[in-house]
């Protein structure tokens, strides 16, 4: 069976800046399990960051800071690479990746601003796994992907 990366959080890991975890709809996991083998992997506690963090967002000038001003950019490079590689030791070419985050962020994120307002973009994470041919997809578009399972 061929591996999928899900964000870890998406998988009940409790590893989101606030401690917290996310979730799949019960129908999607099912699915997935049934059509993948699951990989997970938070890239910002494989970037080196602890939990909980700061919250941080992608500023306009391509650079993530946190709330209280901190530049952890590096840190979210680091871990976007991490998760490349980790892609490439275990043969994955897609991605269910946690929307708005400003590493697995595949539709929107937030604006930088800490406003709460969310515009178009990708994470960091995200932008470099397809940078290098791996599809990523939010939990709210798994129907995108069983689309494309299902086209030839
Ligand atoms: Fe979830 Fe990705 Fe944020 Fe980790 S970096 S907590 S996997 S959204």
């Known amino acids: 069976?061929?591996?999928?990366?899900?964000?870890?959080?998406?998988?009940?890991?409790?590893?989101?800046?606030?401690?917290?975890?996310?979730?799949?709809?019960?129908?999607?996991l099912d699915w997935l399990k049934q059509h993948f083998c699951i990989k997970t992997l938070c890239p910002e506690v494989a970037g080196g960051l602890p939990v909980p963090r700061a919250?941080?967002?992608?500023?306009?000038?391509?650079r993530v800071m946190?709330?209280?001003g901190v530049d952890c950019t590096d840190a979210f490079v680091r871990g976007a690479e991490q998760t490349l590689a980790f892609c490439r030791a275990h043969h994955i070419r897609v991605a269910i990746l946690a929307e708005a985050s400003p590493?697995?962020?595949?539709?929107?994120?937030y604006?930088?601003?800490?406003?709460?307002?969310?515009?178009?973009?990708?994470?960091?994470?995200?932008?470099?796994?397809?940078?290098?041919?791996?599809?990523?997809?939010?939990?709210?578009?798994v129907a995108e992907l069983k689309q494309c399972l299902r086209s030839p």
């Open 103 to 109: 590493s697995c962020g595949s539709s929107v994120i």
């Open 1 to 28: 069976m061929e591996n999928i990366l899900v964000s870890a959080c998406l998988m009940g890991a409790p590893v989101r800046y606030n401690g917290k975890s996310l979730g799949l709809q019960p129908q999607d």
């Open 55 to 62: 919250p941080a967002e992608l500023t306009a000038h391509a």
């Open 111 to 141: 604006d930088g601003r800490f406003s709460g307002t969310k515009i178009a973009g990708q994470g960091v994470t995200t932008a470099l796994l397809r940078r290098h041919g791996i599809q990523v997809f939010s939990q709210h578009n």
């Open 66 to 68: 946190d709330n209280t």
